[in-house]
């Protein structure tokens, strides 16, 4: 008898199943027959209220006075065609009204986090201390991104497996709005997975570094902590991310997209504009030790190679602007007479000299006259 009623009542259920409005589309086998019997029988049990939802990615934004930006950027984030994400902005001891802006911005998915004035590197490692996703993404607090940028990026780095660290996608450079792809494929960066060995370009190697940019990288959280975050001694506001991104490209393979889909805000930037004044020296010119000790064996001849060329630039660029004696500091510390080949190298020694100072003085004021002309 007890068996015919529960017939018997299956049979109904599965008959009135038909009735139900708004049956989910989605779900799994579990959810959706429990949804359909508990609706037969009127007691509405809801399975999918205890879903839990894995986030694919927490977004990090180091802020620091950009009020008139953040919402620009989080409009951006809200927009994405992949919805599953938190959002860690990290005010970094603003003095202006950036942080009310964030604490205001209503989406739920969106955290503000606050911390004394430590510089842009701690900022992102504060982020990445409480990220809760498997994936990491960056944006700076006056950058975009296009809306596929993270729907793109996961499905990429999912596809390519585990074993694939990061993918770096191309940008659109403002305020002109142009594509930089062309200018990176005559820099050698091609579409696809690369794990550096003994003999790749040292040349090659340095614009994989600079093309892996935080707001263009997608990367996994583990890899990130792994090797340390990001730079964030003496409040360094220069290539604190190059620190973190070579220890990266020396151990992991990466990946990259050319296809530009993120927009980097030049006009917008205090951190990145040095046409007007002595840039800082990059961390791993003034702390290799950390750099060299994450080195792999097979690696160090190439790693040498890499901070030679990055060395001479520096000493390009500091005698340009009359440090002439930290030029040559630099040049003796990282570079050799064999690495007469490397980019930068000719015009570093003239650079690291009294002579490269005059140039540079005198071309500074060659300057200054055009632009007072324009």
Known sequence: MRRNVWSFALVVAIIKCADIPQLPKRGTWFEINTYRLSHSFNFKLNPFRFRVSVLKVSIVIPLYNKAPYVKRALDSITAQTLADFEVLVVDDGSTDDGASTVAGYPDPRVRLLTQLNAGPGQARNTGVAAAQ???????????????????????????????????????????????????????????????????????????????????????????????????????????????????????????????????????????????????????????????????????????????????????????????????????????????????????ALICSSPVGAALGKTWRGVNAIFDRRE
């Open 133 to 347: 996703a498997e994936l990491v993404a960056f944006l700076d607090a006056d950058d975009e991104w296009l809306p596929t940028y993270l729907e793109e990026s996961v499905n990429s780095l999912e596809s390519l497996g585990p074993e694939v660290a990061s993918v770096t996608s191309g940008y659109l450079e403002f305020p002109l709005g142009r594509s930089k792809k062309e200018m990176w494929q005559k820099r050698g960066i091609k579409e696809g997975t690369f794990c550096l060995n003994p003999e790749t370009s040292a040349s090659l190697a340095v614009s994989m570094l600079a093309y892996m940019t935080p707001p263009s990288t997608l990367v996994r959280t583990e890899v990130i902590r792994k090797w340390g975050g990001f730079y964030s001694f003496g409040k360094c506001l220069f290539a604190e991310d190059a620190y973190l991104w070579l220890k990266v490209l020396l151990n992991e393979t990466v990946a990259f997209n050319l296809e530009p889909l993120v927009k980097i805000h030049r006009e917008a930037s205090a951190l990145s504009k040095n046409l007007h004044r002595v840039r800082p020296v990059e961390p791993f010119l003034i702390e290799p030790y950390g750099i060299e000790s994450a080195c792999p064996g097979p690696l160090r001849n190439l790693l040498r190679s890499i901070l030679a060329i990055r060395a001479a630039k520096t000493a390009c660029v500091l005698g340009y602007w009359g440090q002439w004696q930290e030029a040559r500091l630099i040049m003796e510390r990282f570079t050799t007479w064999k690495d007469w080949q490397l980019p930068y190298y000719a015009p």
